[in-house]
């Protein structure tokens, strides 16, 4: 026990639990959100993963129990269809004895580093091990600190592997150029690779991002018609105009075209799509070059950028023991929080 007598600021608020006195004056938004998620909490809602800053700082080791306590804090819980498979605090293949909410010892973290950024999350070889057991898509938890030295924490959902490719996404906006960074770092790691581009250069990131959205590329459908083998359509996330790459193939030849969906779906559901095509597409709209990627067999504009599709695993259909356990976990310590900022401002009022 510590004999500090001062409260501690509960795990999962943005101090990073921190032991700091009680607010004085009004709470402010960041307390009053945290208070609000305890709240959500204790009544049984659905709350977001969300990012937020941290003092813990993600080059060191140190201060294991409150990294984890914040993490299960900030983790998505009650999701209306179900939460994915969290990487547990005790996932470690000796089990043995230790800190971890189920008495085990806690699953091993490594630090990760790319141009100055730095990532701590669970090890990628437990990351890897886990996703084995059948956990085709599931939430990690990871710290992040920038070249300014400022931390942040959050949760990564991962999918994978699919013929050895990952694919990460950071919970909530994600769009912060520190998260961007951490998505790259945690998916070339997962990956066994090097960055793509330098984690620092928050605008290579978002132009490597735009490139592997176009490249995606298309899968092509059957149509009913006596020339044309099959169609298919991927709309352009950046065009405003809502047009995207159709394809079309031929006798073993690819087409690809900038043209609408609209475009599209009239060749696929003409009863003539040949005419159609030929009338509304071949001679009307700008050609772009495809490939077909021998492993998906989409077609792409952008071989090199390419990156097949990975499928999501599936929610718990029941929550696990550690869900349960960590969900309880933040529950109890949001829960005494938001108690303590609703007492703050039922004083102020009382004055």
Not at 15 to 37: C, D, I, V
């Amino acid at each position: 026990m510590s004999g500090n007598n001062q409260p501690r600021v509960p795990a999962g608020n943005p101090n990073g639990g921190q032991y700091g006195s009680m607010p004085k004056g009004e709470p402010t938004p960041g307390q009053l959100r945290w208070a609000a998620r305890g709240e959500d909490l204790e009544a049984g809602r659905f709350v977001p993963a969300i990012t937020h800053g941290t003092t813990i700082d993600p080059r060191r080791t140190s201060r294991r129990k409150e990294w984890w306590d914040s993490h299960f804090s900030a983790a998505q819980w009650g999701a209306p269809r179900g939460d994915y498979p969290k990487m547990p605090d005790d996932y470690t293949p000796g089990n043995t004895g230790g800190q971890a909410l189920s008495g085990g010892r806690r699953t091993h973290r490594m630090r990760y580093e790319s141009d100055g950024v730095s990532v701590r999350m669970p090890s990628k070889t437990s990351i890897r091990r886990f996703a084995k057991e059948g956990h085709g898509t599931f939430d990690v938890p990871y710290s992040v600190t920038g070249e300014d030295g400022k931390a942040l924490s959050g949760w990564a959902r991962v999918s994978g592997p699919q013929n050895g490719l990952w694919d990460v996404q950071i919970a909530g906006n994600g769009s912060n150029a520190t998260e961007l960074a951490a998505r790259e770092i945690i998916h070339a790691t997962l990956e066994g690779r090097r960055p793509s581009v330098p984690v620092s250069d928050v605008n290579a990131i978002v132009e490597q991002r735009r490139r592997e959205k176009r490249a995606a590329g298309v899968p092509v459908a059957e149509v009913k018609s006596t020339w044309i083998d099959g169609t298919g359509f991927a709309a352009d996330p950046e065009a405003k105009d809502g047009s995207g790459l159709m394809v079309m193939t031929t006798n073993g030849k690819k087409y690809g075209y900038k043209a609408t969906f609209a475009d599209y779906e009239a060749v696929r559901d003409s009863r003539s799509p040949g005419a159609t095509f030929t009338a509304r597409i071949k001679k009307q709209k700008e050609r772009i070059n495809v490939e077909q990627c021998p492993s998906c067999q989409w077609f792409t504009p952008d071989i090199e950028a390419h990156r097949c599709q990975i499928r999501r695993g599936d929610v718990e259909s029941t929550p696990s023991t550690f869900a349960q356990s960590a969900r309880g976990a933040a529950t109890t310590a949001l829960g005494r929080f938001a108690q303590r900022i609703s007492g703050r401002q039922a004083d102020r009022q009382a004055g």
